[in-house]
Nanobody, 113 residues
Framework: VQLQAYGGGLVQPGGSLRLSCAAS????????MAWFRQTPVKQRELVAR???????NYADSVKGRFTISRDNAANTLYLQMNSLKPEDTAVYYC????????WGQGTQVTVSS
């Protein structure tokens, strides 16, 4: 399985971004999938996850601001990020939960005025 995250960018505090993750391969719809993020000074952390049935779970730091979703027909995972804060600045990755597949390049999200 190959994973490609995209949709990051530079946004002001309080702004929004929508990340997407395209997954090759046919097992996507059976996997619990997740978004992770990493900064140069912090280990990679789980941001949000979604099981094949659509049940979700979020890190406390993003609860109420981020929404994870999936389109199994399109093998695509999404992360809608609202009310962004400078501390959300990181490289965002997608993977199975727990991680199994090779990590893709990730997509940089920078929240700054």
């Amino acid at each position: 399985v190959q994973l490609q995250a995209y949709g990051g960018g530079l946004v002001q505090p309080g702004g929004s971004l929508r990340l997407s993750c395209a997954a090759s391969g046919s097992v996507f719809r059976f996997d619990e999938m997740a978004w992770f993020r990493q900064t140069p000074v912090k280990q990679r952390e789980l941001v949000a996850r979604i099981n094949p049935g659509g049940s979700t779970n979020y890190a406390d730091s993003v609860k109420g601001r981020f929404t994870i979703s999936r389109d199994n027909a399109a093998n695509t995972l999404y992360l809608q990020m609202n009310s962004l804060k400078p501390e959300d600045t990181a490289v965002y990755y997608c993977n199975r939960s727990p991680p199994l597949y090779p990590w893709g390049q990730g997509t940089q999200v920078t929240v700054s005025s």
